[in-house]
């Protein structure tokens, strides 16, 4: 199937009010652009350099997020134009973002990373963690925490999937109970999404389902 057939098909299998992120990384400029002619207009990568050089080269009404892990020293070089950032899961993160955006003049939104998956990972902050970070974020004025985000374990094991979308799901809502700005659940790729959708996200990221496999030689 075509790019924008794939488009097509996820979207119908998805709310109206969810938001497809088309995870465009590796994927060359053509292939963003074929996805850009069939109306797509969010697009995700996980590497800053990959982002900004995209940024530059393709339409300039095209929403970039920055989904994977970010380093504190490369915000600078997407703080001018990042529509969101899915990955926060520090303090010194949230600051550097804040500073960057005061600069750049202007709110940056973000998501908090909460580590879900049973493997192990490196990245992501427990639920304590993210609530505490959440109430700190409170008092940065150039940075916005919108919601939060997560990745399961990667897993056909259905009930798996579906306590640990489960249990970001539940945090979300009981912290939106009382935050409305909160307004972001991004869970579920393409291994995954349909659960996700079930359990409650609100933006799904895929890369493959869209593009194809991907080939990082
Ligand atoms: C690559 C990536 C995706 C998309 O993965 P697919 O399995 O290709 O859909 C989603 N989220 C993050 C954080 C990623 O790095």
């Known amino acids: 199937m075509s790019i924008a057939a794939n488009i097509e ?8 009010t969810a938001t497809l992120v088309a995870v465009s990384k590796t994927k060359p400029n053509e292939a963003i652009l074929e996805a850009y002619n069939a109306g797509q207009r969010v697009f995700g990568e996980n590497k800053v350099q ?3 050089q995209k940024q530059e080269d393709l339409p300039k009404d095209i929403e970039w997020h920055l989904i994977g892990h970010l380093q504190s020293n490369k915000v600078k070089y997407i ?3 990042v529509h969101l950032i899915h990955a926060v899961d520090s303090f010194k993160l949230l600051l550097e973002i804040n500073k ?6 202007r709110i940056i939104n973000c998501l908090l990373q909460v580590k879900i998956a049973q493997e192990e990972s490196k990245f992501g902050l427990d639920f304590d963690e993210a609530e505490f970070l959440f ?21 056909d094991d259905q009930a798996q999937l579906k306590n640990e979308f489960t249990s970001l799901s ?28 079930e359990q409650g ?5 895929v890369g493959s389902t869209i593009f194809g496999e991907r080939n990082y030689n």
């Open 79 to 81: 703080a001018p134009f």
């Open 9 to 16: 098909k996820i979207k119908s299998e998805i709310p109206e």
């Open 100 to 105: 960057q955006g005061k600069k750049n003049n």
């Open 201 to 205: 996200s609100t933006m799904i990221r």
């Open 50 to 52: 990959e982002l900004v």
């Open 135 to 155: 109430n700190e974020a409170k008092n940065l004025g150039f940075l916005h925490i919108v919601g939060f985000m997560g990745m399961a374990t990667f897993t």
């Open 170 to 197: 539940n945090f979300f809502k009981q912290q939106k109970s009382t935050n409305p700005q909160l307004k972001i659940l991004s869970m579920g790729m393409s291994g995954d999404y349909h659960m996700a959708i």
